[in-house]
C-alpha cells in the first residue's frame, strides 16, 4: 500500500481570494464541526494552517455525519466568499483509508512540530536557575502554542495575590499576540478561546475544576470547541492540586504548570508527585533550586518563548519578586533592569498592593482589560492610580495598625513575643484589607516596635493564621500541623499547613479553643530552644 | 358568511427547497416578532409548522403594524434561500376577518391536538400508582410538547437533590429531544428556549418567580419570546408555592407540576389548593397513594411520554428511589431493571451521594452538559466520577462523623437518647457536607451505636434542624410547630414544618433558646408516651 | 487656506435606498471601527447622524490603518444593501488635512449643539425649585442627549431605594425613547449602550467604579465602543463620591448627577467640592433650597427635557416623595395630579414599598422590563402586583414589630426613651425586611406606643443604626461621628454620618461595646438638654 504524497494537495495557507470559484482537493483533519438550521460548518486542519468549510445538505441536516471530529478527511471543494473571507463549499467528503491517517498524523506533526516549536531564544537575565529550566520552557511553550495554533481553548488558573498575576498576565499577553498571529487578528477569538481566572484559594480547588468541566462541556457541546488546554500558574506543583487535575483528565484536558512553591520530593523517575497528572512542569525545585525565583519571574520568561514580541515589561517579574519578598540575583538583576525604564522600587511595591487591592474589588473576576491597563498597556492609567489609589490604602493600612496596636494581646515568652488578635473581631468582612494582609501588618508593626522576635497568631472562629520572626528557631508550622494537630487533635478534623513560619490552620467552630491553646502550648516548648 | 376553507392555503410543512423563487398565500397566527435594524422578522404558525417570514418596508421600520404578535393573517409571500434555509419573503399580510379568526383556532387547535397530543403508550413497569396517574402523564405531557412545539420556552424548576435532579434530567433529555425534533436540530433554540434551575429552598420560592419573570421579560422584549411554560418537579404540590404561581399567573405563563410531597387535602371539586393556580399535575396522593413512587420515577415515565426515544437509563428512577429512602413494589423493579442493566445498588448510592456534592459545588448553577455526562450520557465518566470522587466523598463524612462523636452531647430521657449539635460550630460554611446532611450523617451513626432510638437536634443561630428515630411513638414535628411554635412561642416569629420524623424550624437568633427549650420540653413529654 | 466646504458633501442623512449602487464623498468623523475576520467596519458621524461603511483589504486585515478612531476623515464609497440596511463600501477613505479638521469640528459641533440641545420647554409643575434649576435642567439633558446620539454607552448608577429608582427609571425611559428615535428603533442598541445599575451603597462606591471601569474596557476592546457617560441619581453629590469620579476620570468618562442630599458648602468659585470632578449637577441645594424636591421629582421633569413624550406618570415623583417623606409645595402638587389620575396616596405607599421588596430580591440586578411593568408600562401588572404581593409585605412587616416588641430594651431617659435591639439576633440574614427598614418599624411602633420621643438604636457586630424622634433637640448623629468618634474612640476605626435624627456608624467588632456605651453616654447628655 503506497503512502498518500499529501504535497499533492492544495495546503491551505495558499488559498487566496484569487482561488475563489476554483475548485480543489485537500486533506485535513476536523477540528470543529457546528451544525447550524442552515448548513453543517467544519473546520480543517492541515500542516498549515485551518480552513472553513461549509457543507449543505438539507437546513438543519448534518452534512457527512460519517465525517467526525478528530477524523482526517480528504475533500473535494469551491472557493467562494463570505463576509469579505473565503471559506470553502463542500462538493465531497470522505474519511481517508485507515493505513492513510497514521500516515498523516506522522505528516502534519512533523509539520507542527516546525510550526509550533517554541525557538530556543536567549532569556533576558544571565541565572543558573532560569538556565537549568530552559528545557521545560520550551517544552511547555510548544504544548501552549501548540494549543493556540490548533485553537484549543485555554483556561489560565492564578493564585490571586501579586505574583500570581504577574505570571498570568505576562503569559495571557503572549497568547493572546500568538492568537491574533494565528487568527489574523480576530477579536472574538481572545474571548471565546482563552480565559484567565484567579483562585480563591491557594491551589486548583476541585471546585473550580468542576465548573472549569461544566463551561467546557458548554463550549464543546453549543460550539463544537475542543478540551481546553489547563494552564495553572503560582500554584498547581502540590499534592492539593491532584484531585482538580484528576477531574481535568477524566476529559483528556491537557495540563501545564507554571509555580515555584515547593512540590515534594522527587521519586525514582525523578518525577514529582504532580506530574503524573500533568504534561509539563516548570518549577525550579524541580533542577534543585528553591523558590527565590518566582513565578512572575517564570511567566515572564516563559512569555518569550510562547512570543518574543509581547509587550511585557521587565518591570513585571521585578515587581512579582519585590511583592513575594523573594531573594537572590534575579530579583537584583530584574530591579535593576525595571530601574532603567524608569520604574523606582518605591513605585513597584506600590502598583503591586494596588494589585492586591483591586483583585479583591474584582471578586476574582478576569477584569482583562483593566489588569492589562495597570499592568502597563495604558502607561498614563498606570501611573495615575497608583496616585490616586495609594493614598487611600495608606488610610485603610495605617486604621488596621491602630486597631491591632489596641486589640492586639501581647504576651511575653521570653526569648519572643506572641501577639493575638481576633481576625474576625479586628477585620471589616469584605472590605480591604482582610485577615491574611491585616496579619502581616500587624505582624510587622509589632516586629518594628518591640525589641524581641514576634510569633502572631491571628484567629477567627474557623481559622488560624500564623506569622513568625525570622529570628526564631525550632518552630515549624507544617510540623505543628503533622505532629501534634495530625495527631493529638485529630478528633478536631483540624488541618493546616504553609511555610516553616507562615502558614494558617482551619478548624470546626467547636475546636477554636483547643487548636490555640495546643499553638500556645507547642510555643512553650519552641520558647525554650530559644 | 362562509368559512374560510383553510386546506386550500399552502401548509407550511409543504414548503421545501424546491419552492425557492415560487409565490403562495398561506394563513398562519402570528407567534414572534423581531423588529431589525433592517427588515421585520416574523415566525408565524399554521396547523403543521412555524414558518419564518421577512417583511421590509424601510430599514429599522415596523412592516405591517396592524398585524401584531398573535393576530392571525393571510400573508402572500416568495419563498427565498437564506444560509441555507427557506424563509418567505412578504409581499402583502393582513389579518383576517375576525368571524374568520374563531374558525382559524377551532381547525388549529384540533389539527395542533392530533400533532402534540402525547401518544398512549405502556408505562415500563407494572404499577397500580403509575397506572392510575396515566390520565395525568398525557395531559402533562400533551401540555409540554405543545410549548416546545410552538417555540413557547421552558424553565424547569427542580429540587436540588438526587431525586429532583433525576426527575429534571429526564424531563431535560425528553424536551431536547422534541426540540430537536421540531427545530431540526438547530443547537441555539436548545439554549435560548430552554433553563433547567435547581431550587435553594425546598419549594418554588417567590424570590426565584420574580428572578424568572425579570428573565422572561426580557426575553419577550428583546427577543419576542412567549411566556414561559413553566414546570416543577420535586417540588410545587404544596401551599408554599402559590405565592410564586401567583406571580408567574399575572404574567399568564402555563405551570405544570410533578411531585410526590403531600399536596393537601382534596377539597369539595377534588382538588388541591395549588390545583386553582396550575395547567396539569402529578401527584401520586392525588389518586390515593404516598410519596413512595418518587419524583424520579414520575419524570422517568413522564419523559416517555414527552418523547419515548430519550436516551433515559432506567437507573435513574432507580437511584431517585434509593436516595430518597422511598419503598415498594415500584423501588424494587427499577432497582431490578437496573440491575439487569449492569448497575448494582452500591454503586447508584454512590453515584446519588455525588450528585449531591456536584450540585453544592454548582451552587445551583444549571451545568448542563456535566449533569448530562453524569447522568449517564458519557458512560465512562459516569463510572470514572464515581472512582474518583465517592473516596473524597468518604473522607469527609469520616470526618464530620468524628466530629459529632466528639462533640455533640448525648442525653438520655429514658426511651430515647436526645442528641444535641451546633450545626454551624461543628460545620465548615460553605463546605460539603452542610448543615442537613452533616444531622443524617450524625443521627445515623448514633442509631448504629446507642442500644436505644434517637432524636437529633442540630441548632444554629437561626434554625433547628430535627431527625428522629423510626421506633418513637407520639412525636410530629408538624405538630410541634402547630400547636407549640405557633401558639406558645408566636412573639418569636418562629416557623417550622417538615416530615413527623424529620423537619425544621427556622427562628431569629434572639429566640433560639425559647425554641430550643420549648422542643426538650416537648420531648419530655413524649417520652412518657414511649 | 481656504475653509472646507462641509455642505458640498453628501449628508449621511440624505442617503436611501434610491442610493444604492450610485457612490458620493462625505466627510465625518470615525466613531467606531471593529475589525471582523473579514472586513474592517467603521461607523462615521457626520453633521446629520452616523452611517455605517465596511472597508476591506484583506480577511481579518485593518483596512486603512492610518485612519483612527476619532480621526475626521474624507471617505469616497459606493452605497449597497446589507440585510435590507443600507451602508457604504469604503472606495478611499483618507484624513483631512489638519487645518481642516479645525473647521470640521466647529462645523460639526454647531451642528451637533442645534441637533442635540434640550429644547426649552414648560415644567410640570409651578415651583421656585425647579424653575431655579432649569438652567441645569437644559445642561445635563443636552449632555444626555448627545451621549444617545453620539452612540456613547450610558451607565446610570442609582441609589436602591424607592425615590432612587423613580429618579433612575423616568430617565431610562426618556434615553431610550431618544435612542430609539437615533437608531430607527433597534432593540440591541437598547441592550448594548444602556445599562442602569441600582448600588448597595448609598454613594457611588469605588468598587462600583473599577467594575464600571472594567465592563467599559471589555466593551471598548471587543465592540469598539467609546468611553461611557456615567449618570448618578439619588447619589452623586457628596465628597464620598469622589474616589470613584477620579477613577471614571482616569479614563475621560463624562459624569452627571442628579440628586438632592446635602452637597456640602460652595466655594469662593460658587462649586461644591463634586463639581470640580463632574460635568453637570442637579441638586437643590446649589441653588439654595432644600431636600424636599426629591430625585424622583427631579429625574421625571429632567426626563421631558430629554425626551418629552417618554411615558412617564406623574404618579413616579408623586409616589417617589411620600416614600422619602419629603415635604412642600412640590410633593402636595405631584400628588394631586397623580390623584387626577386614579392613583391614591395610599396605593402609591404601597407600591413604594414593594419597589423596595423587589429591589431586595433582585439583589441589585437591573431588572428592566419588569420594574418598567411595575412603574406602569404594564397597569394591569402594577395594580395586581400590589395586590397580590402587599399582603405579604404586611404579614412580614407585623412579625418584625413582634420582635422588635418581644426582644427590644426600652429604658427611660427621662425626657426620651431609648430603644436597643440587635439587629442580627432580631432579623434573618437575606430576608425582607434587612436592618435598616427593621429600624424604621421598630422605632414608628414605639413613637407610636410610647408617650415621649423615642431614640431607636440598632446595633449589630460591626454596625449601629439610629433613629431619632422629631422633638428631640441638640442631638446631632454627624456631630456624635466627629466630636466623639473621630476624637475620643480614634483607635477603634469606627466612622458614621448621617442626617441629625438618622444615621448610621460602622466599626470592628471589637469596638462595639465602647461604640454603643459613646453613644449612651451622649444620650446622656443630650437629655439633659431637652
Redesign the interface.
Known amino acids: 500500500m503506497s503512502n498518500l504524497d499529501f504535497k499533492k494537495f492544495k495546503p491551505f495557507s495558499d488559498l487566496s481570494?484569487g482561488d475563489i470559484s476554483k475548485s480543489y482537493v485537500s486533506v485535513g483533519r476536523i477540528e470543529t464541526v457546528?451544525?447550524?438550521?442552515?448548513?453543517t460548518l467544519m473546520v480543517l486542519m492541515d500542516s498549515t494552517q485551518s480552513f472553513t468549510f461549509k457543507a449543505?445538505i438539507?437546513?438543519?441536516?448534518?452534512a457527512f455525519p460519517e465525517c467526525e471530529l478528530g477524523d482526517v478527511v480528504e475533500v473535494e471543494y469551491r472557493v467562494s466568499e463570505?463576509?469579505?473571507?473565503?471559506e470553502g463549499e463542500v462538493r465531497s467528503m470522505k474519511k481517508i483509508s485507515q493505513e492513510h491517517v497514521a500516515d498523516f498524523e506522522e505528516y502534519i506533526e512533523k509539520k507542527e512540530e516546525e510550526r509550533f516549536q517554541a525557538k530556543d531564544i536567549e532569556l533576558t537575565i544571565q541565572s543558573p536557575v532560569l538556565e537549568a529550566l530552559k528545557p521545560r520552557f520550551l517544552h511547555v511553550a510548544s504544548i501552549i502554542r501548540k494549543a493556540v495554533a490548533q485553537r484549543r481553548p485555554i483556561i489560565l488558573r492564578h493564585d490571586a495575590d501579586c505574583d500570581g498575576y504577574s505570571s498570568a498576565i505576562c503569559l495571557e499577553r503572549a497568547i493572546l499576540k500568538f492568537m491574533d498571529e494565528c487568527?489574523?487578528?480576530?477579536?472574538?477569538s481572545r474571548?471565546n478561546l482563552f480565559r484567565r481566572a484567579p483562585s480563591r484559594a491557594p491551589f486548583y480547588e476541585?471546585?473550580d475544576a468542576?465548573?472549569d468541566?461544566?463551561m467546557m462541556?458548554?463550549d464543546?457541546?453549543?460550539n463544537g470547541a475542543k478540551e481546553p488546554l489547563v494552564i495553572v500558574t503560582d500554584n498547581g506543583s502540590t499534592n492539593e492540586d491532584i484531585?482538580a487535575y484528576?477531574?481535568m483528565k477524566?476529559?483528556n484536558c491537557p495540563i501545564v504548570v507554571i509555580d515555584h512553591h515547593y512540590p515534594g520530593e522527587k521519586d525514582e523517575n525523578g518525577n514529582v508527585e504532580v506530574d503524573y497528572f500533568i504534561d509539563g512542569h516548570i518549577n525550579p525545585y524541580l533542577e534543585g533550586f528553591d523558590s527565590n525565583v518566582c513565578s512572575g519571574m517564570l511567566g515572564y520568561e516563559l512569555a518569550r518563548f510562547i512570543y518574543e514580541d509581547n509587550n511585557n515589561s521587565v518591570m513585571i517579574p521585578a515587581m512579582a519578586g519585590l511583592l513575594d519578598h523573594v531573594d537572590g540575583l534575579e530579583l537584583k538583576t530584574y530591579v535593576e533592569l525595571a530601574q532603567k525604564e524608569g520604574y523606582t522600587t518605591q513605585f513597584m511595591e506600590k502598583l503591586g498592593d494596588l494589585i492586591y487591592l483591586?483583585s479583591h474589588?474584582?471578586r476574582f473576576?478576569e477584569?482583562?482589560?483593566?489588569f492589562d491597563?495597570i499592568f502597563g498597556n495604558n502607561l498614563?492609567?498606570q501611573k495615575?492610580?497608583v496616585n490616586?489609589v495609594y493614598p487611600?490604602i495608606e488610610k485603610l493600612y495605617t486604621?488596621t495598625r491602630?486597631?491591632g496596636?489596641?486589640?492586639a494581646s501581647v504576651e511575653d515568652f521570653g526569648p519572643f513575643y506572641v501577639v493575638q488578635f481576633?481576625g474576625?473581631?479586628?477585620?471589616?468582612?469584605g472590605q480591604y484589607p482582610a485577615v491574611g494582609k491585616s496579619t502581616n501588618l500587624i505582624h510587622a508593626m509589632f516586629e518594628e516596635e518591640l525589641n524581641k522576635p514576634v510569633i502572631t497568631m491571628t484567629s477567627g472562629?474557623?481559622f488560624l493564621t500564623i506569622r513568625v520572626g525570622d529570628d526564631i528557631k525550632g518552630l515549624s508550622i507544617p510540623e505543628f500541623c503533622t505532629d501534634i494537630l495530625s495527631k493529638e487533635l485529630?478528633?478536631?478534623?483540624a488541618e493546616g499547613g504553609g511555610h516553616e513560619h507562615a502558614g494558617s490552620v482551619?478548624f470546626?467552630?467547636?475546636a477554636r479553643e483547643e487548636v490555640i491553646t495546643a499553638f500556645i502550648n507547642y510555643l512553650k516548648k519552641i520558647s525554650k530552644l530559644n
Open positions: 481570494h457546528k451544525q447550524t438550521s442552515g448548513p449543505f438539507k437546513p438543519g441536516e448534518r463570505r463576509q469579505g473571507s473565503i487568527t489574523g487578528g480576530d477579536v472574538m474571548y476541585y471546585e468542576v465548573k468541566v461544566s462541556l458548554k464543546m457541546v453549543k484531585f484528576k477531574q477524566l476529559y483591586q474589588y474584582m473576576g477584569a482583562r482589560e483593566f491597563d498614563v492609567v495615575e492610580i490616586l487611600e486604621k491602630k486597631i496596636k489596641q486589640y481576633d474576625e473581631k479586628g477585620t471589616a468582612r472562629s474557623t485529630s478528633h478536631t478534623g482551619k470546626v467552630e467547636y
